[in-house]
């Protein structure tokens, strides 16, 4: 019975899992799975930006750093901050919009995706549709759209995930669940 059950738990969370392309390690100019998320903090000076926000946007941004940096991850950390605030020369004359990071509940990064804003007009978005599809070859592509009262913004949006790194921590929560079932 126990042995079915959690059988049963496997198959589903396969099922449940989110239709991406799977690869063993998803890298995006300095950015790697696998990299814990002080490693990405350092690594994309996130300090500055967290700083910036606090002096920019005080009535957006309160509350103490770690508030604030989890706030930025979790919203997508934009390309012109990682340029013009934090002169990142990995990041600088880039076209994307957002990256967007995902962390296992150990703190590492295993899945990163990154957001473009789709052009208006046709050949350019045709181009960058097909830039994006050689740049990030075997990867999820994806077309999205943000709206406002006033504006609908679209973005292709692309998904890396580094299956070891997620499958682990799957199998790290289904052995939770199971043990309080």
Known sequence: MFKALKDFVIVLTIIAVPSVAFSAEAKFHGLKTGMNQKE???YL???KIVNHHKREYPALYGGNETQIMYRIIEE???QAHLEEVCKHK???NKKFSRVFLYFTQDEILWRIAVSFYIPNDTLEKIALKISIEKYFSGHEIKEESVTSENWTK???VVTMV???ISNSAIQK???SFLKGM
């Open 40 to 42: 990405v903090i350092q």
């Open 173 to 175: 929560h289904i052995k």
């Open 154 to 156: 679209h973005y292709y």
């Open 90 to 92: 990995d990041f600088t």
């Open 76 to 78: 997508g950390i934009a």
């Open 162 to 164: 580094d299956d070891k």
């Open 45 to 47: 000076q996130l300090d």
